[in-house]
């Protein structure tokens, strides 16, 4: 068993109560040294007993303590958790008394490193722990708890697995090209296999870049000609009357401006201030401007005043064509139509009137019903996406090679790599550097 750690588990500030974690060599008999109550190391695994931390004589705090007995525990060593008051003061009194007594302050997230070194979690499942409390929407919270129940390695497992008989096949036809027996691994076995493992892996791709897209959320920019009824929009969105912070012209700023959550996605808004022009607004302006804002935005929303459309619109139009973008014709509510081709969403700002359509439409285009629909497991983690990607790559150079009547040999090697990239989404044969690194990104006491 490693040293004995330990770290307040809870965020720092005053609450009902903090837990203060430990794990490692003799942490229950350290910590029963200082506790006041049922002697620690005989009561049974998985209970909380009742006492008092003591520290020379001067009683710190009244506490409940669970006890965790391996294998069974986060680190699959032996884990106490104290539950104390929740006072900032308290808490760090409990883990001072602990850094006295023998245990080391933990790193970083390495509570979860020690899970995975001891086997009781992969790699995948220890970016879900990360992912889990990064979530801030149902999508990822819902995929990064699958991937905590091991789906994810089961996916890439099995990719694994379609790709190692293909290896296998080869190598029997390398090594035995005399043997009879020995399936002829021609290209036109090899193709086909392999078209079917790409277009699985490719699959799973779209779905993680749909999905990261909904985890990060997606930049969106409201953009229109003063008047047309962005902030109105704005406000409806945000539900609330609540101005956006203005800023004076010039200033500089932070791009993304605020965050916004429609069903399961998350709209970053770039470029809030835009959407109150001042009073001595130059269309030349305008539109320079937008063409900044519009380099950002993965969503635009446009909106157009349905009483009236200007040049200056016309220029929007054009400007953003070809973009993701939704053309929202507001003010529906006053008579006059204004005529424009491409399609559209009708809304009032003023009244909510078409709201529901408007956001039915950018949840299409972020595809998010897709991803509902499939109930798909995909990567929900950049580090993973991008290894995945990779391993896509290997396998298209294995079939171009393939294609290219290539020797197989050849084409195996790039099997191999995009067996062995896939083999490093779920930590087989991952490296030190890259273990540390991942860790570090924790929260404390995690
Ligand atoms: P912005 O300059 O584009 O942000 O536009 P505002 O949201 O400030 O709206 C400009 C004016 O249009 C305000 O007087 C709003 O009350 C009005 N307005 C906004 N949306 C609507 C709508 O759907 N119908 C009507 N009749 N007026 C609206």
């Known amino acids: 068993m490693m040293d004995a750690i330990c770290a307040i588990a809870t965020p720092y500030g005053s609450g009902a109560i903090s837990i203060v974690r430990a794990s490692g060599k003799d942490s229950i008999k350290m910590i029963n040294e200082i506790f006041r109550g049922p002697d620690l190391t005989k009561v049974a695994s998985h209970t909380i007993s009742y006492g008092s931390i003591v520290y020379e004589g001067e009683v710190i705090d009244e506490v409940l303590v669970s006890v965790f007995l391996p294998p069974r525990t986060y680190t699959k060593e032996e884990c106490v958790e104290i539950n104390c008051h929740g006072g900032m003061f308290v808490t760090n009194k409990i883990l001072e008394t602990l850094l006295k007594i023998g245990f ?47 789906e994810v390695t089961k996916m890439i497992t099995s990719l694994r697995e379609r790709l190692l008989a293909l290896i296998a096949k080869i190598e029997v036809n390398i090594d035995y090209p005399e043997y009879d027996d020995a399936i002829e691994m021609t290209n036109e076995i090899i193709i086909p296999e392999l078209l079917e493992i790409k277009n699985s892996v490719g699959e799973i791709l779209e779905h993680s870049r749909i999905g990261k897209t909904i985890s990060c959320g997606i930049n969106t920019a409201i953009i229109g000609r003063p008047n047309v009824g962005k902030s109105s929009l704005l406000n409806m969105l945000l539900e609330e009357d609540k101005a956006i912070v203005s800023h004076y012209a010039g200033t500089t700023r932070d791009t993304i401006e605020g965050k916004l959550n429609i069903g399961n996605i998350t709209l970053n808004l770039i470029d809030t201030a835009g959407i109150r022009e001042s009073d001595d607004y130059v269309e030349q302006i305008g539109i320079n401007k937008a063409k900044e804002v519009l380099e950002m935005a993965e969503l635009v929303l446009l909106v157009l005043d349905n009483s009236c459309i200007t040049e200056y619109d016309l220029e929007l139009l054009k400007l953003t064509e070809g973009k993701n973008r939704i053309i ?21 700002a003023l009244n909510g009137e078409g709201m529901k359509e408007l ?88």
């Not at 970083?108 to 722990?129: C, H, M, P, W, Y």
């Not at 995945?388 to 079939?399: F, G, P, R, T, V």
């Open 104 to 150: 080391r302050l933990a790193d970083s997230g390495e509570f979860t490193k020690r899970a995975f070194l001891n086997g009781r979690i992969d790699l995948t499942q220890a970016e879900a722990v990360m992912d889990i409390i990064s979530s801030s929407n149902n999508l990822m919270l819902r995929n990064s708890n699958k991937a905590l129940r091991k």
């Open 328 to 348: 929202i014709l507001n003010k529906m509510d006053l008579n006059n139509k204004a005529n424009i081709n491409e399609p559209h969403i009708m809304i009032s």
């Open 359 to 446: 956001e039915d439409e950018i949840l299409r285009i972020a595809k998010v019903s897709e991803l509902n629909q499939v109930d798909a497991t995909y990567l929900t983690n950049a580090r993973q996406i991008a290894k995945l990607d990779s391993a896509y790559k290997a396998i298209i150079d294995a079939i171009n090679s393939s294609k290219e009547y290539l020797p197989v040999d050849m084409v195996e090697l790039d099997i191999k790599k995009a067996w062995d990239t896939l083999g490093e989404i779920i930590g087989i044969a991952s490296g030190d550097e890259l273990i540390n690194e991942l860790f570090s990104k924790f929260c404390l006491g995690k």
